[in-house]
Nanobody, 124 residues
Framework: QLAESGGGLVQSGGSLRLSCAAS????????ISWFRQAPGKEREEVSC????????YSADSAKGRFTMSRDNDKNTIYLQMNNLKPDDPAVYYC???????????????????WGHGTQVTVSE
């Protein structure tokens, strides 16, 4: 299971840190990613990190502003979001995939597990 937390209301230019706590499995065995979905839009990938934290990929919208990190003792992944913009409000989800980031099965979402999401709101 995956459980996100840390969402909320922040002013434009502000920061938030989202958490994704995993239970029942070890993070190293999965690719862990963050997605977001704004009203009326499709869910989009924000960032993905392969098992063992060997490599991390970020969408262009996240590069230079969003950073993934982890706490192995807590089996938790974080998404630090800085310089939040009016385009960033959405429900943010973490996901665990048995396939590596960007692979065919990953793109298709085969075997993916989702968290329930956490709302991020950015005020002008």
């Amino acid at each position: 299971q995956l459980a996100e937390s840390g969402g909320g209301l922040v002013q434009s230019g502000g920061s938030l840190r989202l958490s994704c706590a995993a239970s029942g499995f070890t993070l190293d065995d999965y690719a862990i990613s963050w997605f977001r979905q704004a009203p009326g839009k499709e869910r989009e990938e924000v960032s993905c990190s392969n098992g063992g934290w060997e490599s991390t990929y970020s969408a262009d919208s996240a590069k230079g502003r969003f950073t993934m990190s982890r706490d192995n003792d807590k089996n938790t992944i974080y998404l630090q979001m800085n310089n939040l913009k009016p385009d960033d409000p959405a429900v943010y989800y973490c996901a665990a995939d048995p396939s590596p980031c960007g692979s065919t099965w990953y793109i298709k979402g085969v075997g993916r597990s989702w968290g329930h999401g956490t709302q991020v709101t950015v005020s002008e």
